[in-house]
Every structure is written in C-alpha cells, then in structure tokens.
C-alpha cells in the first residue's frame, strides 16, 4: 500500500491512535486479563507460584494504564517511570532467585498482545486504511519505545534487589556457616534453615578458585556454575550450597545420593576443564551428617593446599581421594621440611628436570603395583623391560635399595608427583 506520510496524515494517524488508546483504556479490565493469561501461559517459571502470578498481574494492569496514557497524550519517554507494581514484580523475581530472562519475556510478551489488541482497536477508531495503517506503525513504535524505556529501567531494579537480597542472605549463611564449620552446638534444623541446605545426608566437599586471581562478579559466576556442573556430575539432583569466600575463591557442599560411589574424577576434570582454563577445583571424599559435612570441607582445604603450593603444575581437579594426596597434603603443611625429607629420601632423584620426573613415576608405579614389572608396564603403556631399566636407573640414582626406607620413599615420590618444583632442587 502506497501510503502518503505528510503532516496531516500523520496527524490523522496520532489522532486515531490516541483515541484507540483511550476506547482501550475504558475497557483497560478485560483487555488487562487478557495480557495477563498471555504472560502467565507464556512464562514457565511462574507457573504453580500463586503469589508470583498476582504480582505479575498486577504490574501488567499497571504497565498497560502507564503505556495507554503514554500513547494518548504524547509524553515524553524519558519522562516515563516504571510503576511501582512493576518495580515490586522485578524486585521480587530477584528475591526468588528467578531468571531475569521471566522478567524480559513478560515485557516482550506484554508488547506482543497490547499491539496486537490495539491493531483492532486502531482499525475500529480509523476512517480509512490509509489512516489506520499509520496509526498502527506509530502504535507499534511508541510501545517499542515504552518498553524498551521501562524494561532498562526493572532489570536495573532486579538486578540491585538480587545484589542486596544474595549479600543479606549470603551473610546470614556465612555467620551459620563458621558455626557449623566451628562445631558448635547449633540445632541441626536451625543450621539447615539458615544454610537453605540440609545437612542429614551424604556431602562431598569442594574448593573453587580462578588460578589467574580474577575478583569480578563474573568470576565468582562462573564459580557457582562450575559448582553446579559438578553436582550434575556427581547426579545430586539439587543445586549445591555455593559460599564465596572472596572474589576468585568460593567453597561449596554437594548433596550426593547415599547409594552412589565417588564421582569419577575423569568426570569432573572434564567439566572442569571445559569450564575455562583458568578455573580449579578441590575436592574431599563424600561423608554423611554434620560430622560429614565438615570432614569433607577439610579434606577440600587440604586438597587445595596442594594444589596452591604446585602453582602452575596443579591439576585442574585435586581430590583428596587420589592417590597419592593425603600423603602430599601432609608434606605441603610444611613445604621446608618436605623438601628436606625429598632430598634424603630420593638423593639425586629429587631433581627438578623430565629424566628425573620420568624415573620418580615409574619407580611411584612400580611400588604401587606391588614390584612387578608386567603391571608396571601395562599401565604406563611401555614394554616390562623398559619398566627394569628405569627402576634400577632410579634406585641408582638414589643411592640406595629401593626397599630402604620404603615409607619415605613413597611419601618422597607422592610429594614430587603433587607438589612438583616446590619440593625439588
């Protein structure tokens, strides 16, 4: 349709749109439920959330007063202010810990049915097409404008509400946390109250950080999600108790089901790893109760003591369950004394360079599979003669018998496996 576009036709077309939006307004009711029954049909988080759902019809009657008034008298956008249900919606979204993304679709949703709504109402108030295909365009900007204006303005709410709301409840569980962590006699169900986690059950410990020191919001985010990522690993069905301790380093306690072994930490590295590279995890071994639950925090701390201290050798996941940590972890509480007990125990073994390295594992291998040369060379994927050469390489190297010492020995080697350079000459 050719359609002419000069001041009187758009004058015209103002007029026309400004009486449907006022025919709109007397009927504002109906045409308000009917909005609403589109959000909540639209919004899946809503749904079953009774409270939630008379808040949001009541930003909805109070988005479509505030438009049509917009839209029939002129006013100037920036003199538009969300209405105070709208701000209360998005404030309490952010208290539930709702998507924004339920916020943003109720405003694009809301667009949808108001111009489709007022496209009927324009077509009954027009006189010709002319008229009101131009009052429908100008319709269809003003509430472009409308929500684009007051959709900035209710995420900015949602998100300041969010920031206060997670810092008063973070400070809260923080203060029950270090009880429980301190082992006080708190009651069980208060603890679980103030922690929104329940502690009667199997827990598995994690230490989170950013190896690279990032402290942005953003950090810690990918921080929780990581967290998650591992709860799905490990089938918890819930989402973990996620604690920021600062900016690039948080804690969390994942409820495990009882009849489940440990995660497989192949499993979690993978996430880990996909995550980004700069992102590290500790974890404890799962146990059960409030004991539990701070025995497996322990075990995370020490986890990723070792991990700290093996700075830029660190594996992206330390478990304390591993092989080979606990007896690292030991040495790590006093970094001096491990080195001097790596030197005694290894000779010109404890050497910071790959041919020592590749010594130190197989010699660790060899020990683990009980002496024998054949297992030894089925796991490191390298012919059992291999495996002899190397292990009396290292038991020449360190200057004595292998079976010498043997508990040294292997604290010696697990300590150079996890701690790497910090432990070596």
């Known amino acids: 349709m050719a359609v002419r576009n000069e001041p009187a036709a758009r004058e015209r077309a103002r007029e026309c749109m400004a009486a449907a939006a006022r025919a709109m307004n007397e009927t504002r009711g109906p045409l308000s439920d009917a909005v609403h029954q589109q959000l909540a049909a639209g919004i899946p988080e809503l749904r079953g959330d009774p409270a939630l759902l008379e808040l949001l019809r009541a930003s909805t009657e109070s988005n479509i007063?505030?438009?049509?008034?917009?839209?029939?008298?002129?006013?100037?956008?920036?003199?538009?202010?969300?209405p105070t249900a709208a701000l209360a919606y998005a404030r309490r979204l952010a208290q539930r810990g709702t998507s924004s993304n339920a916020l943003l679709r109720a405003y694009r949703l809301g667009q949808r049915g108001i111009v489709e709504l007022g496209f009927a109402e324009?077509?009954?108030?027009?006189?010709?097409?002319?008229?009101?295909?131009?009052a429908a365009q100008m319709l269809h900007e003003e509430a472009f404008r409308y929500v684009d204006r007051v959709a900035q303005q209710v995420v900015t709410e949602?998100?300041?509400?969010?920031?206060?709301?997670?810092?008063?409840?973070?400070?809260?569980?923080?203060a029950m946390l270090a009880r429980v962590l301190d082992g006080e006699d708190v009651g069980v169900t208060v603890a679980e109250t103030a922690l929104r986690y329940r502690l009667r059950r199997r827990h598995l410990g994690?230490?989170?950080?950013?190896?690279?020191?990032?402290?942005?919001?953003?950090?810690?985010?990918?921080?929780?999600?990581?967290?998650?990522?591992?709860a799905r690993v490990a089938r918890s069905g819930e989402p973990p108790l996620f604690i920021p301790h600062d900016g690039?380093?948080?804690?969390?306690?994942?409820?495990?089901?009882?009849?489940?072994?440990e995660p497989a930490v192949d499993d979690i590295r993978g996430v880990v790893t996909g995550a980004g590279p700069d992102?590290?995890?500790?974890?404890?071994?799962?146990?059960?109760?409030?004991?539990?639950?701070?025995?497996?925090?322990?075990?995370?701390?020490?986890?990723?003591?070792?991990?700290?201290?093996?700075?830029?050798?660190?594996?992206?996941?330390?478990?304390?369950?591993a092989e080979g940590v606990r007896a690292a972890a030991l040495v790590a509480a006093d970094v001096e004394v491990g080195r001097e007990l790596v030197?005694?125990?290894?000779?010109?073994?404890?050497v910071d360079d790959e041919n020592a390295a590749r010594l130190r594992e197989t010699l660790l291998v060899f020990l683990?599979?009980?002496?024998?040369?054949?297992?030894?060379?089925?796991?490191?994927?390298?012919?059992?003669?291999?495996?002899?050469?190397?292990?009396?390489?290292?038991?020449?190297?360190?200057?004595r018998p292998i079976d010498a010492d043997r508990f040294e020995l292997e604290l010696a080697l697990h300590a150079c496996r996890w701690l790497g350079s910090a432990v070596l000459r």
């Open 206 to 230: 994690l230490v989170l950080w950013n190896a690279a020191g990032a402290e942005t919001a953003g950090a810690l985010r990918d921080l929780e999600s990581l967290a998650g990522a591992v």
């Open 368 to 399: 683990g599979e009980g002496g024998s040369y054949l297992s030894t060379g089925r796991r490191l994927r390298i012919h059992k003669n291999t495996v002899k050469y190397r292990v009396d390489r290292a038991a020449e190297a360190r200057g």
């Open 248 to 261: 690039s380093l948080a804690w969390a306690w994942i409820a495990v089901p009882g009849e489940a072994g």
């Open 65 to 82: 007063e505030t438009f049509l008034h917009f839209a029939q008298h002129a006013i100037p956008v920036e003199e538009i202010a969300p």
């Open 279 to 321: 992102l590290r995890v500790a974890i404890g071994t799962s146990a059960s109760g409030p004991e539990g639950f701070r025995t497996t925090h322990r075990q995370a701390l020490r986890a990723r003591e070792v991990a700290v201290i093996a700075d830029e050798r660190a594996h992206p996941v330390t478990a304390y369950g």
């Open 158 to 174: 949602y998100e300041a509400e969010r920031e206060r709301w997670l810092a008063n409840r973070n400070s809260v569980r923080s």
């Open 343 to 350: 030197a005694a125990a290894l000779g010109a073994l404890a």
């Open 122 to 134: 324009v077509d009954r108030q027009a006189g010709d097409a002319e008229v009101a295909y131009l």
